[in-house]
């Protein structure tokens, strides 16, 4: 593992958020460590027993920390939490990784490369699937794509619901001390929405996806896409406040900058 300084000013760690994934997250914190050699912090998102015994089993590990909630509050919660515990902790930057193992860890260093070149750049990963991702769920992505598009007036926001990007801690955190962005599924897409609203640079870069056929999704059905749904619009809402801006905006950037 790579050490890390107090005077670095750029300090990255991953953040992994946690909720009953105690058959795969050990071996991604593995493929992470190997990969990449930076500090992890899980964030256990109120996990069963067994789960929250194999993630303890972890802090073994002289570059695991770990941030228990008491309650299991969704995705969003648990990442803005562990967000703010990694600034606390000193790191500038997060590397948010999915537990179960769907990412890539091959497809990882470029971001911290940015990161490092781009320090207040959010590196925003699109996922290059292979034959194991579900039809239904590939196609589906695409509501959320013309939605966010229409939202920003902008392509730019290649794809916001990929749970890979790389966050800039004092920013983020000073976004969702405004705007919480929601507790659930909802949260990685909104938050993405609101940091190019706030004029944030963000980046586009690749990340290679499989579906574990094993995999646990706690994605529902009915629940998260009325999360969803009324996620897109107040963000429809929004973009209505801010349509001179987004506007003027638009035709100031260079088409060239516009498809990066």
Known sequence: MSEQHPHDAFRPCVLIPVYNHEHAVAATCQALREALGLPILLVDDGSDRECAGVLDALTAEDDVRLLRLAHNGGKGRAVREGLSHA??????????????????????????????????????????????????????????????????????????MCGVRLYPLAAINALLARHACGDRMEFDTEVLVRWFWQGGAVDNLPVRVRYPVDGVSHFRLLRDNLLMARMHLRLTAGMLRRLPSLLARRSATPAGEEQR
């Not at 990784?97 to 925003?124: E, N």
């Not at 292979?130 to 959320?144: C, Q």
Request: aromatic fraction near 12%; charge should be positive; glycine fraction near 6%.
């Open 87 to 160: 600034a606390a902790l000193g790191y500038s930057h997060a590397l948010q990784v999915d537990a179960d193992g769907q990412h890539d860890s091959a497809s990882l260093a470029p971001f911290i490369d940015a990161g490092r070149r781009h320090p207040t750049c959010l590196m925003i990963g699109y996922p290059r699937f292979d034959h194991s991702v579900p039809w239904l769920r590939f196609a589906s992505r695409y509501i959320t794509h013309l939605w966010v598009w229409g939202n920003t007036l902008s392509i730019r926001l290649r794809d916001t």
